[in-house]
């Protein structure tokens, strides 16, 4: 696979690479303020922790990212189109602040058939998007992505779980696919809670632990398989990261159907 190292447009290494072969990062820090951020802790700290999102300074403007993110877009079209594009890292891409620079770079990805995926924990946009006149095609061509973790109290300013797992429902009513990040798991209990109240309207979730912390290996092998059974009349596809598989002492080879193989091949645009 090409690798990508553009200012706006590159490829994630490491566990993000689990999330998406190609990523854009415009905007460093985020206002949701969540308690466990990673943007918030270690070595990203310094650079990438501030409550308010900053656009990154390799871009002069809002306008000259733009620029660059189309030029970019179009060098690398085979690849980007075939595996499409993963909306953000580094900050929450529907912020106020953030959504429409986002939502102009999107639109360039429709006019060139690049799928889209888009990470948040927003929910106050999703009135504004059902109003827009998306065509099928462009439905067909974007994933609305929630985190779910079931924890209001530890992501402050961000919208809350319920109103997530609603924005889910309308979009999906709407037309829209839907995915869900259940990462991190806060505790067992809150995560599965969220599988069982988005399941329904899911069309995949993504399944990680918080870097660091402790978990009894038993409650986690008794949490997937719990996951993986009330998910699979559903039809939702699940993908377990390899760190959380690692710490079950579980194969990807020998899970089920319904849950992402060995070779990673699932794909959200083609099925
Ligand atoms: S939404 Fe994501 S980027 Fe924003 S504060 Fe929470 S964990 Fe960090």
Not at 19 to 27: D, G, I, K, L
Not at 199 to 205: G, P
Not at 233 to 245: A, I, N, P, Q, V
């Amino acid at each position: 696979m090409k690798q990508l190292n553009g200012k706006a447009i590159y490829s994630p290494k490491g566990k993000a690479g689990e999330y998406a072969e190609y990523a854009c990062n415009f905007y460093v820090g985020c206002s949701n303020q969540c308690e466990y951020c990673y943007l918030r802790k270690g070595i990203g700290k310094a650079t990438l922790g501030g409550d308010k999102p900053t656009l990154k300074k390799c871009f002069k403007g809002e306008k000259h990212a733009l620029e660059v993110f189309e030029k970019e877009l179009k060098q690398n079209l085979p690849e980007l189109q075939k595996r499409g594009l993963f909306f953000s890292f580094t900050t929450d891409p529907m912020l106020p602040e953030t959504m429409p620079l986002h939502g102009l770079a999107v639109g360039k990805c429709f006019d060139n058939n690049v799928p889209v995926k888009v990470l948040t924990k927003r929910a106050d946009w999703v009135d504004y998007i059902l109003e827009q006149p998306f065509s099928e095609r462009e439905k067909k061509m974007i994933a609305f992505g929630f985190t779910l973790t079931g924890r209001d109290d530890l992501e402050p300013n961000a919208s809350t779980n319920a109103e997530r797992i609603e924005a889910m429902y309308m979009l999906h009513d709407a037309g829209f696919k839907t995915w869900a990040s259940i990462e991190p798991v806060i505790t067992f209990a809150s995560s599965f809670k969220m599988v069982i109240d988005s399941r329904h309207f899911c069309d995949l979730f993504k399944i990680g632990l918080e870097s660091g912390k402790k978990y009894d290996k038993g409650l986690l092998r008794r949490f997937i398989d719990d996951v993986i059974e009330y998910t699979e009349y559903f039809g939702c596809k699940l993908y377990f990261k390899d760190s959380l598989l690692k710490r079950a002492g579980i194969n990807r080879e020998d899970l089920p159907p319904n849950c992402v193989n060995v070779n990673r091949d699932y794909n959200m645009f083609n099925n």
